[in-house]
């Protein structure tokens, strides 16, 4: 076990020297698992596919067309990541980001754009990730694999330089399941939620020149009695002084 164990700690030190992690690809000894490269055979089962789409469209009424859309996601059991409205001289628009499940997103669009006859813009993506998906599980297993290996010889270890260097070992490969992990969670969860980008509008009728520079007019002229009034309210020393000097003087020319 000693010199199993030597065999192995001389191997991790020598590639850690390299790459900084374990080299799982070559064998340790018969009871390590290769990760030699092999093409990934994929069954005839279910694909892993992300779907996304965005479509944009005219309406007649936006809070009607809103309406809609958010019945649409409560049927589905669908949630709204991102709801945005914008307001421009002649158009009032909604842009909403929804997460709908997968194998609800056909009749989920359907229900949500009904009654619209022409779409401005319409766009559905599909993206396979099946084999990314297998490729991602196999190296999870791998590691995980090794990793219970590391655990089994650090109990078995004898000196503290051996057991620094497992510890080591294992936690490098911690971090990397952690990342493997992650990334298949982000697959799967794209897998299981498609996501819709949806934006409808309503046009607004544009004011005339003249009224809109009426209504310019009217405001600018308002801001600048307003501002009248308030250099009165800081000058109102100085307006009285006027006022007594105004005053005296009509008094003192009817006397004399």
């Known amino acids: 076990m000693t010199r199993y164990l030597s065999c192995l700690l001389f191997l991790t030190i020598f590639t850690c020297g390299n790459n900084h992690t374990p080299e799982i690809s070559k064998p340790v000894g018969k009871e390590?698992?290769?990760?030699?490269?092999?093409?990934?055979?994929?069954e005839s089962?279910?694909?892993?596919?992300?779907?996304?789409?965005?479509?944009?469209?005219?309406?007649?009424?936006?809070?009607?067309?809103?309406?809609?859309?958010?019945?649409?996601?409560?049927?589905?059991?669908?949630?709204?990541?991102s709801d945005q409205e914008y307001k421009s001289p002649g158009r009032k628009s909604?842009?909403?980001?929804?997460?709908?499940p997968a194998n609800s997103f056909d009749p989920f669009l359907d229900d949500a754009t009904q009654g619209v006859e022409n779409f401005e813009r319409k766009e559905i993506n599909v993206k396979d990730?099946?084999?990314?998906?297998?490729?991602?599980?196999?190296?999870?297993?791998?590691?995980?694999?090794?990793?219970?290996?590391y655990i089994e010889l650090l109990n078995q270890a004898k000196t503290v330089s051996e057991i620094i260097e497992i510890e080591k070992q294992i936690g490098l490969l911690r971090s990397e399941i952690?990342?493997?992990?992650?990334?298949?969670?982000?697959?799967?969860?794209?897998?299981?939620?498609?996501?819709?980008?949806?934006?409808?509008?309503?046009?607004?009728?544009?004011?005339?020149?003249?009224g809109q520079k009426f209504k310019n007019g009217?405001?600018?002229?308002w801001e600048n009695f307003i501002w009248f009034l308030v250099g009165l309210t800081n000058l109102w020393p100085f307006v009285l002084i006027g006022l007594g000097l105004i005053i005296g003087f009509i008094i003192f020319i009817r006397k004399k």
């Open 32 to 42: 390590f698992i290769s990760n030699a490269s092999e093409p990934l055979n994929i």
């Open 45 to 81: 089962g279910e694909r892993k596919l992300i779907k996304d789409g965005r479509v944009e469209f005219e309406t007649d009424d936006l809070n009607a067309a809103r309406k809609t859309v958010f019945e649409a996601v409560d049927q589905y059991k669908g949630y709204v990541s």
């Open 94 to 100: 909604n842009t909403i980001v929804i997460r709908v």
């Open 129 to 149: 990730v099946t084999e990314e998906f297998i490729d991602i599980e196999a190296r999870l297993q791998t590691k995980k694999e090794l990793e219970n290996r």
């Open 178 to 210: 952690e990342s493997i992990e992650g990334r298949l969670k982000y697959l799967e969860d794209q897998v299981s939620l498609s996501t819709l980008t949806m934006t409808f509008y309503e046009s607004i009728p544009n004011e005339t020149d003249f």
């Open 218 to 221: 009217f405001r600018n002229g």
